[in-house]
């Protein structure tokens, strides 16, 4: 049986609380993914293959252990999730990803965890520029 998650890290030359203070905004999701073009506390536009969709987002932080994990429900119901950490690594932060596959028919599971695997490790590069650089 073929995995349906992936997980992927990146080190961050960043401390781990401003790291995890800046992902735990939903408001910044659309500064560093693709997938939302807009994002707040309960509710996001989703960037699909076939347009915009809006979302309801819920963001479920717990600072004290450094877990961001997030539940999107689509219009018509299905939930996708998504779990995170930023962990202290001295100086600097590692922020790991769990990347569920998205809801979608079974026939299409594998080439659509594909393809956000390779939009996350953009993503993950996109965030490490920011919080190293520019934030």
């Known amino acids: 049986m073929k995995n349906n998650f992936d997980v992927q890290s990146i080190g961050i030359k960043s401390k781990a609380n401003k790291v995890y203070e800046f992902i735990a905004k939903p408001e910044n999701l659309s500064l560093w993914t693709k997938a939302f073009v807009k994002a707040d506390k309960t509710s996001a536009i989703m960037v699909t293959p076939n347009g915009e969709l809006p979302i309801e987002l819920e963001t479920i932080i717990a600072k004290e252990n450094g877990t961001i994990d997030w539940v ?18 001295g100086e600097n932060a590692i922020y790991s990803f ?27 590069k996109r965030l490490k520029q920011i919080l190293e650089h520019n934030y």
């Open 72 to 89: 999107m429900t689509m219009p018509d119901g299905s939930v996708g999730k998504a779990f995170s950490r930023v962990s202290e690594n």
């Open 98 to 124: 769990v990347l569920l596959a998205p809801p979608v028919p079974l026939e299409q599971l594998e080439g659509a965890l594909s393809e956000q695997k390779l939009i996350l490790a953009d993503e993950l």
